[in-house]
């Protein structure tokens, strides 16, 4: 970057659903610290990045990147993650049936989640990971929809901060 170069203005968020409803964000802190019981910490920062990533959610991207990286997470399977498919060899076969399910639980383009996408997790989870694991993906999908409706401003996240 040259000195003449600057970076866009930093938007304003638009609501803090946080601050306006404090019961309905620690429900939703709640059901976030229920739901990742019995997973895998790192991969759970791998299904939040990618869920993010197809949601467009800056701000979540920037936490879970962030919380992943201070996890031991590596920066080449984060960077991955946009392409996991093509780039499968990065990944082991639990991870890659948790993003499989990942993806078909935040897109539901086709109101369904395709049996053999449940039956590949299913394999590599059993009964109670599998209900943690949907639950997991389904909570970070509310706390996208959250983060992106209100414009929430990424790049001032601490890993470990929001810890609930």
Known sequence: ???NDTYATE???RIR????LPDVYKAVVRLDGA???NL???LLELVKI???QINHCAFC????SKDALAAGESV???VQLSAWEESRHFYTEKELAALELTEAVTVLTDGFVPDEVYEKAAKHFDETELAHLIASIAVINVWNRFAVTGRLVPGHYTPGSLKH
């Open 35 to 37: 739901a990742r019981k």
């Open 76 to 78: 080449e399977r984060i």
């Open 11 to 13: 938007v304003q968020p």
């Open 40 to 42: 895998d910490p790192t």
């Open 17 to 20: 659903v946080s601050e306006l």
């Open 50 to 52: 990618r869920a993010s």
């Open 61 to 64: 991207l920037d936490m879970h």
């Open 1 to 3: 970057m040259t000195t």
